[in-house]
């Protein structure tokens, strides 16, 4: 009886004690993403300008001019 209840009693104090145990991480560094959209904006601008060209031929024929 005494074995038994010396080692309920150690199985106790080392269950009680493992929870004073301390573990440290680090902090987590969150940094800023930035992305250039340069070459859409090229594509686009390059877009725009062969089909406002485009637009601007078809609005003079749409007012009666004729080619």
């Known amino acids: 009886m005494n074995r038994r209840r010396f080692l309920s009693t150690v199985t106790l104090g080392s269950l009680l004690l493992g929870g004073c145990l ?6 987590i560094e ?11 904006v090229k594509v686009e601008k390059a877009l ?3 089909f406002g060209d ?14």
């Open 22 to 27: 301390n573990v440290k991480t680090e902090p």
């Open 48 to 50: 725009d300008d062969f």
């Open 54 to 67: 485009l637009d601007r031929k078809s609005a003079t024929l749409a007012h009666g001019e004729t080619k």
């Open 30 to 40: 969150v940094k800023p993403i930035h992305i250039t959209v340069d070459v859409n």
